[in-house]
């Protein structure tokens, strides 16, 4: 990969996507979390949500270690996606397929995290595939709409083949572009 020893890592996307879990399967110690109550019940039904970040961390067997950092998902802290995306070589951004629009949803996040799209690595992962109307193709193609051209898998960051899948995806990305340079 390049020469530095730690990696930096996001994990976006809005909130319920699994961020925090997945984060948390693949961490080799327990996940730092900034979980509080979820006041915003009308986007999401669940009961905490990360209002500052998440961290974990996983050492490669090439000795390089990760740092995962996991974005919050409403808007309303959207001003930590800036901070966090200083210095991070790329994002697996998470989006899950059983909210009403989950394509539209990711359009924000896009829209931050912009400069890391284009000149770093990004890949989709899109949980709950069979909850939803929305196929793969529709992430794909709207993907295009915007330009981009982005590795999409269907995952359960429930499991932790899932999430290394995202992983390996990305780091392949990363490695190529320095390649490239």
Avoid at 116 to 123: F, G, K
Wanted: with cysteine; net charge negative.
């Amino acid at each position: 990969m390049n020469s530095q020893h730690e990696i930096k890592l996001l994990f976006a996307g809005p909130m319920g996507a699994g961020k925090t879990t997945a984060i948390s399967v693949i961490s080799d110690a327990p996940p730092v979390s900034t979980e509080a109550v979820n006041l915003d019940t009308a986007q999401h039904s669940k009961a905490s949500t990360t209002v500052g970040l998440d961290y974990g961390q996983a050492r490669l067997p090439s000795g390089e270690e990760l740092r995962l950092y996991g974005l919050p998902g409403q808007a309303r802290f959207d001003f930590m996606w800036q901070i966090l995306a200083e210095g991070a070589l790329g994002a697996v951004l998470l989006a899950d397929n059983s909210r009403p629009d989950p394509v539209a949803e990711l359009g924000p996040y896009l829209d931050k995290l912009d400069a890391l799209a284009r000149t770093s690595a990004i890949v989709l992962g899109i949980g709950r595939l069979d909850e939803g109307r929305h196929r793969i193709t529709d992430y794909t193609d709207w993907l295009e709409t915007q330009g981009l051209c982005l590795p999409v898998f269907a995952v359960d960051v429930r499991r932790r083949s899932d999430v290394l899948l995202l992983l390996d995806a990305l780091l392949q990305q990363i490695e190529t572009r320095e390649l490239l340079q």
